[in-house]
Structures are given as C-alpha cells and as structure tokens.
C-alpha cells in the first residue's frame, strides 16, 4: 500500500504506519457543475459512484473521467488516453498535495473533486454512491429511487456486508501470501457467493423486484469475475457461472446500457494484470477468457 505522510509520497508504506490518517467531508448540497468524480474504469469500488452518476444520468450536472489503466510506484497516473482536463496533473497523488500539501492518508479513487475550491471533497465510494443516489436525486435526468426510505436501513446494511464478505474478500483471496489465509478467504468469498445466489432465486434484485443502490455495490465485483478474479486472484473453487441466479442477475444488469457503458473489460484487465506485479511479475495480459455477454 503506497500513501502520503504529511504531504510526502511513500511508496511501500501502509496506512497502518501513519500517526494520522485524514479524511474529507462530502458536500452537504447537490451543486451541478462544481464537481468532478475522478475514477478508474478498473477498481470495483470506484466503479460504484460512477455507476450512480450514469444510470441516474446525473452527467450533465458531474463530469467524469478515468485515470490510466496501468499503475506504477507512483500510484495512478493521467495519460495521454485519459488525460486530467481538470486540473493538469500527472498523477493522482498531485491532486491530493494540491488539496491538502500535508496530507496524509491513501492516495485512491473515487474522488470528488471540488472545481470551484480546488480540493477533494470525498474519497469514500460507500457514503459517496450513497450521497449520489438520494441528496443528488432531484438533479437526475433518470430520477431511479436506488434508496426507498423504507428500505434505507436494510440497503446500508446489505451494502456493508457485500463490502465485507464480497467486494474486500476477494481481494484477500488474491493478495493471500499464503495457504492459510488464501483459504479462509475463499471459504467465506464463496460462502457469500452461495447465499447471495439463494437469495436471488427469490427476487430479481437484491431487496426484491426493484434496482437499489446495493445492486450497484454488488455487480463491480460479478463483472471482473470472469476476466480477473477467477484467474489473477485464484478466486476459482467455482466458477462465477455455477451460481446460476447470480449469473441471471448479472446479464439482466448488464443488459441495460447506462450499465453497460461503464464496464470497459480491456481496461479492467490491462490495470490487473500489469499493475499487480507481485502476483503477477512479468505483467502479461491473458489473451482470455472470452467473455459471453
């Protein structure tokens, strides 16, 4: 884990070793045109408030972009295909410097960026796709209630448990550095995996017939299945396709277009592969799998 200490850039560093870790408060008030979400088309979690920004269609009052696919010792980085038209910068970690010359904290997308302050307004995926999908709301061109009141407490509670024993664990599945910790991991990964996919025998989506913002915290995690985790993280005591209600449910979503549109599996696969170099040192890029839908 790479961070900045006090506005210095370290990195082989982990946040644990910080004496502080600082963090930024999302704006109380949906303003259009004030704000831009930095993202990448390849983290799961980044993948959540840019999934809230397009299926509400909330672009016309956000701007987005990407940075580059491929990640060095210097953290993400703007390229000539996804350059900052913001701000200029080469890298994420000048943004953060910028907003904040002795921050220190992990240097990570999602952010908010504030264009009128110059600085990070939020970095928190979870409380940012929340914020989107209800105080943004009334700007959207496709006003989509992902949080029903009567649902709000029940979807936060789904949300940090698929963050916990989903979107996380398979992470600790594929940077396990040994056999123990890789299979206590994938038993509770898959364990998930089972109950989610019992639940939606029962339901189209996660809280019933209805898309809610959980949904949305789920599919990152299902549409890299396939193309990464299966094969990068070892995450393959079954294949994603076994789960046959899961499997339903992530063509269904994948089906609609203001979903569709912000998977880009190239991408997703080129960060992967190359940028992971101590699971995969050489950094190639698998020629598949090949990806039915």
């Not at 972009?65 to 900052?84: I, M, Q, T």
């Not at 929340?130 to 009567?150: C, Q, Y």
């Not at 789920?218 to 789960?243: D, G």
């Not at 880009?264 to 699971?279: A, E, R």
Request: proline fraction near 5%.
């Amino acid at each position: 884990m790479a961070v900045l200490d006090k506005g210095k850039w370290y990195p082989n560093k982990d946040v644990s070793e910080l004496s502080k870790e600082d963090s930024f408060h999302l704006p109380e008030i949906a303003a259009a045109g004030r704000y831009h979400l930095y993202m990448s088309y390849a983290c799961p979690f980044a993948h959540r408030p840019y999934l809230v920004i397009n299926l509400l269609e909330l672009d016309h009052v956000i701007t987005t972009s990407s940075v580059a696919a491929k990640r060095y010792s210097d953290g993400w980085l703007f390229d000539n295909e996804n350059p900052d038209a913001i701000n200029g910068a080469q890298n994420l970690v000048e943004l953060y410097q910028q907003a904040n010359p002795n921050y220190s904290g992990r240097v990570t997308v999602p952010v908010l960026w504030d264009k009128q302050q110059k600085a990070i307004v939020g970095d928190d995926s979870s409380s940012m796709a929340m914020d989107l999908a209800t105080k943004w709301l009334p700007l959207a061109k496709n006003p989509i209630e992902l949080v029903p009141e009567n649902l709000k407490e029940d979807i936060a509670s789904l949300n940090n448990w698929l963050h916990v024993n989903v979107n996380r664990k398979v992470y600790q599945v594929g940077f396990a550095t040994d056999q123990t910790s890789y299979d206590i991991a994938t038993e509770v990964l898959f364990d998930a995996l089972e109950q989610l996919n019992v639940r939606l025998g029962k339901s189209r989506y996660l809280h019933g017939g209805e898309m809610t913002l959980s949904d949305l915290f789920l599919l990152p995690s299902l549409v890299r299945f396939e193309a990464v985790y299966e094969v990068h993280f070892k995450a393959n005591k079954k294949q994603l396709k076994s789960f046959e209600n899961l499997y339903r449910y992530m063509l269904d979503l994948v089906a609609i277009p203001k979903i569709r549109e912000t998977i880009d599996l190239d991408y997703i696969k080129l960060h992967y592969y190359f940028s992971h170099k101590h699971i995969n040192p050489n950094g190639i890029v698998p020629a598949g799998p090949e990806i039915s839908w």
